[in-house]
């Protein structure tokens, strides 16, 4: 349940929205031999932090060889052996080769990259042993046990092949079930459901042949077999074997002939009409059983897909989340339907708590644009307006939020067969969830769309493919108000303009 609540704050006010790896361009400064003073040595105590290791500092120039007497304010061991976690050890010193100590780097922009896009930024400078190092340090730091421990925390509610994670438990009153008992056969798994099937028969066919058995020993027909003057009820039954198979025959109406019940006894007669009753029962439950079981749309889902990610950004100047449907059969959805929840835990005024909550996300039900002509994909668009929960949410405050959206769509299975107005379709929908982290702020979906040879060629391949654009990260709020303190400004100053025109 906690894992819905909203994440403490980061700091990423540095590099922006999303997160980000400095560069470290080679800037070429003075170079000073062992012993000697650097020129420039107010920048040396401008050392800025670098990205990849903790409290590593940045210099311009570079001093070579072992640096010799105590060393200064910048130097890089002194810096290095005060911010290097224990755990991270310094590189190791090549002998006889000289080393290059950094003293600044002038400050350059970084060119954003997104840990979930596509774009990367691009180094002017070739990775030296101590990034080598700092990055294996980050590296080990990121697969430690408690921040794996941490990821392991976070508990989908379901899962991107549309399974609920939830496990109902501790029901009391499990009669129910057998109220039910066609759905509760129906919701097996195939072993149970098969196991279930072979011994509705099989313990109706040796009930019977025991029954069977039985009144041919009472009657004294296994005891006269071969008396041509014995008038039996029951003709050819001489042991159990013989009466199990005279149950198979009389139930599965196979008929050899050999084995039958005659008209000398009224007990036979009414065995054989219970039995051929209760073969029928249970043929038209099995067998209805066997054909919803193979025939529900479950796996029809299957073929109806859904992007991997979310994105953000503008469309027709309103900030939407968008995300891509598809579908890989050529028998399309009758009447489909989509629409979205979004599951966040929150604290009412009150002090309650409440785990999992569900709200609806306005996919266009309101217009009908939640009804699906599901052909090729579409890109289906949820507008963040002020009845939205993303109404107050930036690109920054999204890193801390956690919440799950889950995505259900919909549809009738098209009828096979040429005449569909006897066939019946069924209901099939699909499901699926994004997190917090599966939404790409300021992304936009490639086309994936093409006219060729007169007509229109859906590239799968692309389904996922996205591309960034240009993205206020503002939240919706905050671009309505100063959409709407610009219209005030300009309505103001027409008035003042219009005012200055008017003759005196």
Not at 203 to 208: E, G, H, K, L, M
Not at 215 to 243: K, L, M, T
Request: with cysteine; proline share 7%.
């Amino acid at each position: 349940m906690l894992a819905y609540l909203p994440r403490p704050p980061t700091d990423t006010s540095r590099y922006g929205t999303f997160p980000q790896k400095p560069d470290l361009p080679a800037v070429p400064g003075v170079l000073v031999k062992d012993g000697g003073q650097p020129a420039a040595t107010t920048a040396a105590k401008r050392g800025a932090p670098m990205p990849n290791c903790p409290s590593a500092p940045r210099h311009s120039g570079f001093v070579t060889g072992e640096p010799s007497g105590p060393p200064s304010r910048g130097s890089l061991s002194t810096q290095q052996h005060r911010g290097r976690p224990s755990w991270c050890p310094p590189p190791a010193a090549q002998e006889g080769v000289p080393r290059l100590y950094p003293l600044h780097t002038l400050s350059v922009a970084n060119i954003p990259n997104s840990s979930r896009g596509k774009t990367s930024a691009r180094s002017s400078t070739n990775p030296t042993p101590e990034g080598l190092q700092s990055r294996r340090c980050k590296l080990l730091e990121e697969d430690s046990p408690m921040v794996q421990a941490g990821k392991r925390q976070r508990q989908r509610y379901v899962t991107k092949v549309g399974k609920c994670q939830v496990n109902l438990g501790n029901i009391q009153d499990k009669k129910r079930f057998l109220s039910d008992i066609f759905t509760t056969i129906v919701d097996l798994k195939y072993r149970w459901f098969l196991f279930v099937f072979m011994m509705c028969y099989i313990i109706t066919w040796v009930v019977f042949g025991f029954i069977y058995f039985f009144d041919a020993w009472v009657r004294g027909d296994i005891g006269h077999q071969g008396d041509p003057e014995w008038q039996a009820c029951i003709e050819n039954v001489d042991g159990f074997v013989s009466a199990l198979l005279l149950s198979v025959e009389s139930q599965r109406t196979i008929g050899y002939g050999t084995r039958m019940v005659t008209a000398n006894c009224a007990e036979g007669v009414i065995l054989l009409m219970a039995q051929s009753i209760v073969g029928s029962m249970i043929d038209a439950m099995m067998v209805g059983c066997m054909f919803v079981k193979i025939s529900r749309p479950k796996k029809r889902a299957q073929t109806l897909i859904f992007s991997k990610n979310c994105v953000i950004s503008r469309r027709d100047e309103k900030l939407c989340l968008m995300f891509r449907v598809g579908d890989l059969r050529e028998s399309h959805m009758v009447d489909a339907k989509i629409r979205a929840k979004l599951i966040k835990s929150r604290q009412t005024a009150e002090g309650e708590f409440i785990p999992l909550e569900q709200s609806e996300l306005n996919l266009g039900y309101d217009t009908g644009e939640d009804r699906l002509f599901l052909v090729e994909p579409q890109i289906i668009c949820h507008v963040i307006n002020r009845h939205s929960p993303f109404w107050d949410m930036s690109a920054e405050s999204l890193r801390r939020e956690q919440f799950e959206i889950i995505i259900i769509l919909e549809g009738i299975v098209e009828a096979t067969g040429k005449c569909h107005c006897l066939a019946t379709g069924m209901t099939c929908q699909a499901r699926t969830s994004y997190t917090e982290d599966e939404i790409l702020w300021g992304y936009r979906f490639e086309p994936c769309m093409s006219l060729e040879k007169g007509a229109f060629h859906v590239d799968y391949s692309r389904f996922e493919m996205t591309f960034e654009v240009q993205t206020p990260v503002a939240s919706a709020k905050e671009l309505h108000e100063l959409k709407e303190l610009e219209q005030q400004e300009h309505s103001t100053l027409s008035l003042y303009w219009d005012h200055l025109l008017q003759p005196c």
